[in-house]
């Protein structure tokens, strides 16, 4: 069969254009400093990060005291973060960061600190929660609370303290109530 006078008449279509998959040496070292960048300012502007996004929180060198809305006051020490939800029968804080002194006003409703994996429960009227490198602080002042994590508990009460990391819960000791207040007040 012959091709028609329309077939013959359109122009020969071109060949398609290769596409080189090689990709240079160069461009790939590039790619991987850009990923290691962009991972170090990560790591490196976490804590930031996690301040700025914290509904209460502190600069570096910045105490700040609040008065929350039941009437608690919230002393925050430097580069401190916290969260706050006051509606429902527990009153819940989180601390992200940093340090945070509790002057709790009761009424009627529980309190309830997280700190990472452990819950604070507070039966008291004064005490920090103190989140440390490698592991997180709690100092009673004034009544009493009790630190709860992966079904450990211990109950502390005023004049003492107790570290807990995210493995356990330490024992009971007492506290320097002078070196636990003193950041707060100045000294």
Do not use: C
């Amino acid at each position: 069969m012959s091709p028609t006078p329309a077939e013959q008449l359109q122009p020969a279509r071109p060949r398609p254009r290769q596409i080189n998959t090689r990709h240079s040496p160069l461009g790939r070292w590039l790619a991987l400093l850009f990923l290691l960048g962009l991972g170090a300012a990560a790591y490196l502007y976490w804590p930031l990060m996690q301040r700025l996004g914290s509904e209460l929180h502190t600069d570096a060198g910045e105490r700040r005291s609040i008065r929350l809305a039941d009437g608690t006051t919230l002393h925050l020490g430097s580069a401190s973060a916290i969260n706050a939800d006051l509606r429902g029968r527990t009153r819940q804080l989180q601390l992200v960061q940093g340090r945070v002194y509790l002057e709790v006003m009761l009424d009627g409703r529980a309190m309830e600190v997280t700190v990472g994996d452990a819950r604070v429960q507070v039966f008291g009227t004064r005490l920090q929660v103190a989140r440390h490198a490698g592991h997180d602080e709690l100092v009673v002042l004034n009544g009493k609370a009790m630190v709860i994590q992966r079904g450990e508990q211990r109950m502390v009460s005023a004049g003492e303290r107790v570290t807990f990391d995210g493995a356990s819960i330490g024992p009971v000791l007492k506290a320097d109530l002078k070196a636990t207040d003193g950041w707060r007040i100045g000294q």
